[in-house]
């Protein structure tokens, strides 16, 4: 008997193109023999059609409510926030990756940070700043340039921009400020940008892939561009030693647990440049009086995770798993193998 399985993509967020890309390739590696799949799809206004035809609220609803699974390829707010997986709950059926705190913690860059850094965790240096905050002198006298400007809630890298200047400051934080109303202005690390991708097989075993260096050659950043346009390079696995391998490894599972997070997570780190300033006061807690990290300079930067990171063709976290022997539609099985709800749903009491 083959399993019920709806992809679920688009959504209201900045990223709805980018959760097109990804439903496309998820949709494209799926084995047709196993799976009875139907594509749900969230207009950008909202509405929403299943295969290609457009249905009320309701209807979706009910339609989602008859899988076995369901696969929330969105990315951003209204999807990857926890949003979708609380109605996904609330229908009673299973669903692929992040439930719902992990969803919402996870997006919020500035939350993330919190909880990271009480594990014990290494995270980039910066600040929240709310709709009528500006960036402080102090803060600007301890960050010094560059900064990086981003919205706390959004990514895709959208709305990010890299300040060399301070006179930059105030467009950047407009441009932030179009995708969320919190935004976060954080000191640059000069260093490797390396990622690790983490995966949840069905008996619960979690394993971290081989890291990736993001080598970017015709951007400032890893920008939107660069992610989805081919203006960058992954040297997957990234050419380092063993022991920095493990190390980094070790902090992604230890990501992983400390969001409480299922089935996948992606999380990004840099190596700080140990011997020319660029590590020192790189990392503490992401909120005004955050104290300069001072155990070992060498300590990888958890700079974001990316609870439903990209299913692309172009994406880091697939590339990963098939470097590690795990192909698209392998990787594809095990996610949804391990599809569950959150909370059991309980017999209302009399």
């Known amino acids: 008997m083959s399993i019920r399985l709806a992809v679920l993509f688009g959504g209201r967020s900045g990223e709805h193109d980018v959760s097109r890309r990804s439903a496309a390739s998820i949709l494209a590696h799926l084995d047709r023999d196993v799976y009875d799949v139907t594509e749900v799809l969230i207009e950008r206004d909202g509405g929403w059609q299943v295969d290609g035809t457009p249905v009320s609220f309701s209807g979706a609803l009910d339609v989602l409510g008859r899988q076995d699974v369901v696969f929330p390829a969105l990315h951003g707010p209204f999807g990857e926030d926890g949003t979708v997986q609380s109605m996904l709950e609330w229908l009673d059926v299973a669903y692929v990756g992040n439930g719902v705190f992990a969803s919402a913690?996870?997006?919020?860059?500035?939350?993330?940070k919190r909880l990271l850094t009480a594990e014990g965790l290494r995270v980039a240096d910066g600040v929240s700043l709310g709709p009528d905050d500006e960036l402080s002198e102090a803060d600007r006298e301890r960050f010094g340039l560059p900064v990086f400007v981003k919205p706390a809630r959004a990514g895709s890298s959208l709305g990010v921009s890299k300040v060399d200047h301070w006179s930059e400051l105030p467009a950047a934080i407009a441009l932030a400020r179009e995708s969320d109303s919190r935004i976060l202005v954080e000191r640059a690390i000069r260093g490797r940008e390396i990622d690790v991708a983490v995966l949840q097989y069905p008996d619960g075993r979690i394993e971290a892939g081989p890291p990736l260096e993001i080598k970017v050659s015709s951007a400032a950043f890893f920008d939107y561009d660069a992610k989805y346009e081919g203006g960058a390079v992954f040297d997957i696995p990234a050419r380092l030693d063993p022991e920095t391998t493990q190390r980094l490894q070790d902090r992604a599972v230890q990501a992983f647990r400390?969001?409480?997070?299922?089935?996948?997570?992606?999380?990004?780190?840099?190596?700080?440049?140990?011997?020319?300033?660029?590590?020192?006061?790189?990392?503490?807690?992401?909120?005004?009086?955050?104290?300069?990290?001072?155990?070992?300079?060498?300590?990888p930067v958890l700079n974001e995770v990316n609870t439903f990171p990209g299913f692309t063709a172009a994406s880091q976290y697939p590339q990963i798993w098939a470097r590690a022997g795990v192909e698209f539609s392998a990787l594809l099985d095990i996610l949804i193998s391990g599809a569950r709800k959150e909370t059991p749903l309980r017999a209302a009491v009399a």
């Open 105 to 112: 913690a996870g997006m919020d860059k500035a939350i993330t």
């Open 258 to 299: 400390a969001l409480d997070c299922r089935g996948l997570l992606r999380v990004d780190f840099f190596l700080p440049e140990v011997g020319t300033g660029a590590e020192s006061g790189a990392a503490g807690v992401a909120v005004r009086g955050s104290t300069a990290w001072t155990g070992d300079p060498s300590e």
